[in-house]
């Protein structure tokens, strides 16, 4: 859901259900459906959605912004993802695998946060054991 409620993400389902809608509150107006991509988040500002692949179980190999109105790509980033959220309207938070994997007890990973305008990533925390945080929105 966006920050001011106007937005709202339906998400895959354990059950089989492997595409995502986005709706408009009022009025329930859908913008777009998409089974590329599960909407994991959507920007404050209600423009951007965050798009993950809607396969398998452990990283997402690819995280995505899609344009909130129309699900077009505005830009990509590929790694081992545990998590993503929207910082502000234009920077990301990725929980990025910095060495390891599925996130088991001995994992490195580090927050990253990326300008969906430029595409341009930064560390954002030090490089830690995976067990040490949790992205949450």
């Known amino acids: ?28 107006k859908k913008r777009f459906r998409t089974c590329d ?10 423009a951007v959605a965050i798009g993950v692949p809607t396969y398998g179980e452990g990283c997402s190999n690819i995280v995505t912004a899609l344009d909130a109105r129309t699900a077009a790509v505005i830009r990509q980033w590929s790694g081992c993802f545990h998590g993503t959220v929207a ?3 234009n920077h ?6 910095v060495s390891g994997g599925q996130m088991a007890p001995a994992t490195k990973a580090a927050v990253v946060r990326c300008a969906i305008d430029t595409g341009a990533c930064e560390r954002a925390t030090q490089v830690m054991t995976a067990k040490s945080f949790e992205l949450t929105s």
Request: aromatic share 2%; with cysteine; charged share 15%.
């Open 1 to 28: 859901m966006s920050s001011d409620g106007q937005l709202v993400a339906s998400n895959p389902t354990a059950e089989g259900g492997q595409c995502s809608t986005v709706v408009e509150t009022s009025g329930a």
């Open 87 to 89: 910082e502000d309207d």
């Open 37 to 46: 991509y599960g909407v994991t988040g959507i920007t404050p500002d209600g």
């Open 92 to 97: 990301l938070l990725l929980a990025a695998v």
